[in-house]
């Protein structure tokens, strides 16, 4: 700050206008600005750039945002369903439970909360994993890992065939750990994925790693749930001959949620 | 494969779309809100679109920026479900979208690099509504002080835009890990800047 024979430096006219001049300099500043009129005339520069740039802001950005129902109703759909499945709330009624009755030897307590403790870092650690890196890196798999792979088949079995058919379906739990492991998730808690074919069996796709990856179903919007969607709609167009076998296998292994918004005609799922 | 479609499976290709989200807020609506849940639905209202614009300047579309935005409500929820700190709660939504932001757009750019372009990323480009950086071309025709605040380094810019959604300075510096000095510099510096142009166009 310069001396008040000087005039006000813009950065402080600044902390002044948003409020955030240290406490020692408030008075100081407050009486040259009531005297100065040049300080006045660059604070309200300032603050006429302020306004141009909010307004201008807002006309451009605001007109992109979405009406905020659907994403709403989705979040409180997923915090449910969260809310439900959270051990934190299971053990911390145990917890309570446990120290009501006073029967409960100190030992088997002391036991109890070491396990309670070690669960809940574990949980920890496992949700931080979920909630950044990988809940962006797996809404769509990795193409080096997982460029899809499909088996010779044709057109009559796969219409034919039963949906949902399970047997074809079935990834051996060796199999899901060692998806899990290429995928850097290694102790990944089964409910929290599904170990999915990239390529859908009921479209042709194998049973082999180069078409498994792990797909969170609870994480993103782009979740498991709607990508079977996306299979049912290019099972029934295969199977209606309004689209080639091939072209739905390459279209769904290429990029699904390119896929999916190209055959619902939508930005997000339905 | 999942319960939750198990009834639509059958149905063949007119699939009932309108029937799942109902399904889904039924779902939503039949259980009691937990304090934590209503906390993160009433953050979602006052925050959301101040989240979505602060994602947006990093030239990553709508639809990703609402991918973001949702990830980090659902991340605040477990945040509370754990017991973390519920001070400065705005600061830490801020945080969580600015980093997962980061990370979204060097994927973004690490596969448009790797890759070449098919039929169905063509049509992927041809879907967008316009883009931020598309926004912004036309914006340096019309719009002159946001095409200089899009010239400026990217930590000013953040500062600038974390500034313009309502955080104080400590917050500011919370987020992009910076001393309060330091966020004082780049805002001064930046308005400096826009007055400059302004005057100039003027």
């Keep these: 700050m310069r001396s008040e024979e000087f005039h006000l430096s813009d950065q402080d006219l600044l902390l002044a206008l948003d409020g955030e001049l240290p406490d020692s300099h408030i008075e100081r500043v407050t009486e040259h600005l009531a005297a100065c009129w040049d300080c006045r005339s660059r604070r309200s520069q300032l603050e006429n750039t302020i306004e141009k740039f909010v307004k201008e802001r807002h006309a451009v950005l605001d007109p992109q945002l979405p009406a905020e129902t659907g994403r709403r109703a989705l979040l409180k759909a997923h915090l449910s369903e969260l809310a439900s499945a959270s051990p934190s709330n299971f053990w911390a009624k145990s917890v309570r439970g446990l120290a009501q009755r006073k029967s409960v030897a100190a030992g088997l307590a002391a036991a109890l909360a070491l396990s309670v403790a070690a669960s809940i870092m574990l949980y920890r650690s496992h949700r931080q994993i979920v909630s950044y890196d990988d809940a962006l890196a797996l809404m769509e798999p990795s193409r080096k890992l997982t460029p899809g792979a499909v088996r010779e088949i044709n057109l009559r079995d796969i219409c034919d065939a039963p949906q949902n058919e399970d047997a074809a379906r079935v990834v051996p739990a060796s199999l899901q750990q060692e998806v899990f492991r290429e995928y850097g998730i290694e102790g990944a808690h089964p409910r929290d994925y599904e170990v999915d074919f990239l390529i859908t069996p009921e479209l042709g796709g194998s049973n082999d790693i180069h078409n498994l990856w792990p797909e969170p179903y609870r994480s993103t919007v782009w979740n498991a749930h709607v990508k079977d969607e996306l299979e049912d709609l290019l099972r029934a167009k295969v199977c209606n001959g309004e689209l080639e076998l091939a072209t739905a296998q390459r279209d769904i292994s290429y990029d ?3 896929a999916y918004k190209k055959y619902f005609h939508t930005d997000k799922p339905l | 494969m999942s319960d939750f479609l198990f009834g639509m499976r059958l149905r063949g290709p007119g699939i009932d779309t309108a029937g799942i989200l109902a399904k889904a807020v039924q779902k939503a609506s039949d259980h009691s809100y937990s304090e934590n849940e209503t906390e993160v639905i009433r953050l979602f209202d006052e925050y959301r679109n101040r989240l979505l614009r602060y994602t947006l300047g990093f030239g990553l579309s709508i639809h990703d920026a609402e991918e973001i935005v949702q990830e980090v409500f659902l991340s605040l929820f477990r945040h509370l479900q754990l017991g973390r700190p519920r001070d400065n709660l705005r600061g830490w939504l801020f945080r969580v979208a600015h980093n997962l932001a980061l990370k979204l757009r060097e994927a973004r750019h690490a596969r448009l690099d790797s890759e070449e372009l098919s039929d169905v990323v063509a049509d ?20 002159c002080l946001l095409a200089v ?3 400026l380094p990217e930590r000013d810019q953040c500062c600038l835009q974390l500034r313009a959604e309502g955080l104080r300075y400590r917050e500011i510096a919370d987020v992009l890990d910076m001393s309060l000095g330091a966020v004082s510099n780049s805002l001064s510096r930046s308005i400096a800047r826009l007055t400059q142009a302004d005057r100039e166009v003027t």
């Design chain 1, 256 to 258: 699904w949620i390119s």
């Design chain 2, 124 to 143: 992927r480009q041809v879907d967008l509504s316009p883009g931020p950086e598309q926004l912004l071309v036309s914006a340096q025709r019309q719009k």
């Design chain 2, 149 to 151: 605040v899009h010239a």
